[in-house]
């Protein structure tokens, strides 16, 4: 138990749709990732958020985008949905911020969405 | 760029034997170093990393690995299996001097682990 938590747990869209996934991160935790997982891959960095604000970014397209809120919540955002949406996304939350610190990142259990 | 590369994509073991799962990276300078392990609908736990230090690190579960920089290698072991160790394991990187926490993790493809009774 990590004290991370994701919702909805699964969710299916059609092609061209747009979707909104959860994450509640730890009290204290400043900072959150979020990652994708294909079936059968390893998860793919999207992107981090520090203190509301985007810190660093994978190689995604724009239409995957993110918001952090101060109460330890965040959202990823996918726009145009496209077949190769389908994945499994996982966000990680961690106390620190852009000072190097060895704090662990927490994973949450993971939102399966399925595009059709 | 940097890239992690887990050779074996499914090892079987019987419960009770020793377990070695491999793992290579490829980057500029040694970065951190973590394994994971991830059970059907959970999400991934870390079993240990490697920021510096002493190079055999002991992580949980009974686990523990060792980085050898001249194979370029952070190999995960375990002396006896139990049944409840099947699952999937990620060795993953992340640049180092990006900072502790908020570093952004590359990882393998994974090793999925059949254990036999």
């Known amino acids: 138990e990590t004290g991370v938590t994701q919702s909805p747990t699964h969710l299916i869209k059609t092609r061209g749709q747009q979707v909104t996934l959860r994450c509640s991160s730890q009290s204290g935790h400043n900072t959150v990732s979020w990652y994708q997982q294909a079936l059968g891959q390893g998860p793919q960095f999207i992107f981090q958020y520090y203190r509301e604000e985007e810190n660093g970014r994978g190689n995604f397209p724009p239409r995957f985008s993110g918001l952090q809120f101060p109460n330890y919540s965040s959202e990823l955002n996918v726009n145009a949905l496209e077949l190769d949406d389908s994945a499994l996304y996982l966000c990680a939350s961690s106390l620190s911020g852009r000072l190097p610190s060895t704090d662990t990142q927490y994973f949450g259990p993971g939102t399966r969405l399925t595009v059709l | 760029a940097q890239s992690v590369t887990q050779p074996d994509i499914h090892i079987t073991v019987s419960e009770g034997a020793s377990l070695e799962l491999r793992c290579n990276y490829s980057y500029g300078a040694t970065p951190y170093l973590f394994w994971y392990v991830q059970s059907p609908g959970q999400g991934l736990q870390l079993l240990l990393k490697?920021?510096?230090?002493?190079?055999l690190v002991q992580g949980i579960k009974g686990f523990e690995a060792e980085f050898k920089r001249s194979q370029s290698s952070f190999n995960l072991r375990k002396p006896s299996v139990h049944w409840s160790d099947a699952a999937e394991y990620f060795c993953a990187v992340a640049p180092r001097g990006s900072g502790g926490s908020n570093y952004k993790l590359t990882f393998g493809k994974g090793t999925l682990l059949t254990v036999n009774p």
């Open positions: 490697y920021f510096s230090g002493d190079t």
